[in-house]
C-alpha cells in the first residue's frame, strides 16, 4: 500500500473493505507523514463524534412550505420585499440540509437501527468517547501510533544520526551526477550536524518516533553505510545535499524521478548526456534554460523532472 491508496481511505471510507487491515498497519509503520495525518484525523473525528446530535425538527420542510407560501400580505415590514424573502428561505433551507446530512452522518452502516440508542431530547446522555476512526481501524480493531516515552540511550541514538532525509536522498544524490559540475564549491550543509536547538532537538526526536521500529532500523543502517563511505565521497555528496536541501518536497520528488531516468541509461548515453550538460554550464542563465529543455534526453521527462532539473542546474 503506498500514500495515495491510504488517504483514498481517508475520503472514502467504505474503501476499508479492500485490502484488508495488516497493509494499513504495515504502511503506517513506515510512513511517518500518513502517521501523523491519521493521528490529527483520529482527533478531529473524535472532536465531532463527541458533540450532541441535534434533530430537525420533524416538520420543518412543512414550515418552510407555509412561509414560502404565505400571501405577501400577510408579512410586515421588511419581509414584503421579495429579495428578503428569498433570502430568509434560502438560509433555512441551508439550515434544514445541513442538520440533516450532520444526523445521517452520524449513523454507521455496520450498526443495525434497531440497537441504537434512543437520542431524543427526552433525555440528554453524556456524550460517549468516538469509535476509532476507519483509516485507524478499518472498522475494526485500533492501531496503536503512539508508543512508551523515549529513553536517554534511544534519544541519545536519534541525535546521534544523520537526518533521515539525507540519508535516504543520498542515492538520488549520486545518480545526479551529470547535473552536477565535476569541482563543487560549496559550504557544508548546516542541516547535517547535530541537533543542538532545542526546536531541533524536538523535531529530530518527533522524526525518530514517527519513523516505526522498521523504518529505523532502516535510517541506522543507512547512516551506519554512509559513515563507512569514503571521506572524500562523503565530502563530495555532503555539498551536492548542501545545494538541493532547500528545494521544495515537489521539487526533491522531480529530482528523485529524474534519478531514476539517469539509471535507466547505459554507459555510452549517460556519458554523452554528460557532456551535454556541463557544457551549459559556460553559457547565460538564460541560454542555459533554453538549451536545457531542448536536449533529446530532456524532451521526454515530464514537466515536474525538468522544472527540477532546471532549477538544480541553475543552482551553480
Given at each position: 500500500?503506498?500514500?495515495a491508496?491510504l488517504?483514498?481511505r481517508?475520503?472514502d471510507?467504505?474503501?476499508?473493505?479492500t485490502g484488508?487491515?495488516?497493509?494499513v498497519?504495515?504502511h503506517?509503520?513506515e510512513?511517518?507523514?500518513?502517521?501523523?495525518?491519521?493521528r490529527a484525523?483520529?482527533?478531529?473525528?473524535?472532536?465531532?463524534a463527541s458533540a450532541?446530535?441535534a434533530?430537525?425538527p420533524d416538520?420543518?420542510e412543512?414550515r418552510?412550505r407555509?412561509r414560502l407560501a404565505?400571501?405577501s400580505?400577510?408579512?410586515?415590514?421588511a419581509f414584503?420585499d421579495p429579495?428578503?424573502?428569498g433570502?430568509?428561505?434560502?438560509?433555512?433551507?441551508?439550515?434544514g440540509a445541513w442538520?440533516?446530512?450532520?444526523?445521517?452522518?452520524?449513523?454507521?452502516?455496520?450498526?443495525p437501527a434497531?440497537?441504537?440508542p434512543?437520542?431524543?431530547?427526552?433525555t440528554?446522555?453524556a456524550p460517549?468517547e468516538?469509535?476509532?476512526?476507519?483509516?485507524l481501524?478499518i472498522?475494526?480493531a485500533?492501531?496503536t501510533?503512539g508508543g512508551a516515552p523515549m529513553s536517554?540511550?534511544e534519544?541519545?541514538?536519534?541525535l546521534?544520526v544523520r537526518?533521515?532525509?539525507?540519508?535516504?536522498?543520498?542515492p538520488?544524490?549520486?545518480?545526479?551526477?551529470?547535473l552536477f559540475?565535476?569541482?563543487l564549491s560549496?559550504?557544508d550543509?548546516?542541516?547535517l550536524?547535530?541537533?543542538e536547538?532545542?526546536e531541533?532537538?524536538?523535531?529530530r526526536l518527533?522524526?525518530?518516533e514517527?519513523?516505526?521500529?522498521?523504518g529505523?532500523?532502516?535510517?541506522l543502517?543507512l547512516?551506519a553505510?554512509?559513515?563507512a563511505t569514503?571521506a572524500s565521497r562523503?565530502r563530495q555528496?555532503e555539498q551536492?545535499?548542501?545545494?538541493?536541501?532547500g528545494?521544495t518536497?515537489?521539487e526533491?520528488?522531480g529530482?528523485?524521478?529524474?534519478?531514476g531516468?539517469l539509471?535507466e541509461?547505459?554507459?555510452r548515453?549517460?556519458?554523452?548526456l554528460?557532456?551535454?550538460?556541463?557544457?551549459?554550464?559556460?553559457?547565460?542563465?538564460?541560454?542555459?534554460?533554453?538549451?536545457?529543455?531542448?536536449?533529446?534526453?530532456?524532451?521526454?521527462l515530464t514537466?515536474?523532472?525538468?522544472?527540477?532539473g532546471e532549477?538544480?542546474l541553475?543552482?551553480?
Open positions: 500500500m503506498n500514500c491508496e488517504r483514498q481517508i475520503v471510507p467504505s474503501s476499508a473493505s484488508g487491515h495488516a497493509p498497519v504495515a503506517l509503520q510512513c511517518g507523514e500518513c502517521r501523523s495525518l491519521a484525523l483520529s482527533e478531529v473525528e473524535k472532536l465531532f450532541e446530535r434533530d430537525p416538520d420543518l412543512e418552510i407555509r404565505r400571501p400580505g400577510a408579512l410586515s415590514g414584503r429579495r428578503v424573502l433570502a430568509a428561505a434560502a438560509v433555512l433551507i441551508a439550515i442538520l440533516l446530512l450532520r444526523s445521517r452522518g452520524d449513523e454507521t452502516p455496520a450498526v434497531a440497537t441504537r434512543d437520542t431524543s431530547r427526552r440528554k446522555a460517549a468516538a469509535p476509532p476512526p476507519a483509516i481501524a472498522r475494526s485500533p492501531i501510533v536517554d540511550a534519544k541519545a541514538q536519534a546521534g537526518p533521515r532525509e539525507f540519508v535516504e536522498f543520498v538520488t544524490l549520486l545518480a545526479l551526477d551529470p559540475p565535476e569541482a560549496a559550504a550543509a548546516t542541516s550536524r547535530q541537533p536547538s532545542p531541533d532537538v524536538d523535531r518527533a522524526a525518530w514517527e519513523a516505526g521500529p522498521s529505523r532500523e532502516r535510517w543502517r547512516d553505510a554512509w559513515g569514503e562523503r555528496v551536492r545535499w548542501g545545494v538541493v536541501a528545494f518536497p515537489d526533491m520528488a529530482l528523485r524521478r529524474l534519478a531516468r539509471a541509461l547505459d554507459e548515453r549517460r556519458a554523452r554528460s557532456a551535454e550538460i556541463r557544457a551549459l554550464d559556460r553559457l547565460p542563465e538564460r541560454e542555459r534554460r533554453t538549451r536545457w529543455r531542448n536536449l533529446p534526453f530532456v524532451r521526454g514537466g515536474q523532472e525538468v522544472a527540477s532549477k538544480l541553475l543552482s551553480f
